[in-house]
């Protein structure tokens, strides 16, 4: 008979190897590739993430705070907003009290881009998880949301996206 702390044990370890697998196939150019290709929109992984941030936090944010949220230095970010700015995706503006300070909002093909993104993740989980039930579904959801937003790994919600991306990590 097994013993109910030996088989937690063993599924959460079976977890942690399933998750660390994802991680590593989430955050390979090839899976990028193959998302934004069926998307058919052109944004790099870096780019991604800045823009999810942005368009989740639905308020003008200035770059030093993108970096705060995206876990990321500075000189990463501006570089991203730039790019995205070229791309048509992001813009700067002047906040009204302080014309010194420039904040970074996305652009309505900013947000389209980023629900064309989406969409398309979410026909590959469909046609990935066919004979999978709802409430399976709503299950690992909720286990993978208890993980993300427990406070040892930073306590927020996750942002539906990679939490890197708009440059290097930053150092511990």
Do not use: C, F, N
């Not at 970010?77 to 300070?101: M, N, S």
Request: positive net charge; without cysteine; charged residues 35%.
């Amino acid at each position: 008979m097994e013993r109910t702390s030996d088989s937690r044990q063993g599924s959460i370890a079976e977890l942690r190897s399933v998750l660390s697998a994802l991680a590593y196939r989430l955050t390979r150019t090839r899976a990028h590739d193959r998302l934004v290709a069926m998307a058919g929109v052109p944004i790099d992984r870096p780019g991604l993430a800045l823009l999810r941030v942005l368009v989740k936090e639905g308020v003008p944010l200035r770059v030093g705070e993108l970096a705060d949220r995206l876990d990321v230095r500075h000189p990463h970010v501006t570089r991203q907003v730039k790019e995205l700015e070229r791309q048509g995706l992001v813009e700067r503006v002047l906040e009204a009290r302080d014309r010194r300070v420039q904040r970074v909002v996305p652009t309505r093909q900013g947000r389209d881009t980023l629900l064309r993104l989406d969409s398309a993740m979410q026909r590959w989980l469909g046609e990935s998880l066919p004979d999978v039930s709802t409430e399976e579904i709503r299950a690992a959801a909720d286990i993978l949301r208890r993980i993300a937003t427990h406070r040892e790994w930073g306590g927020a919600e996750p942002s539906d996206g990679p939490g890197h991306g708009a440059g290097e990590e930053r150092d511990s």
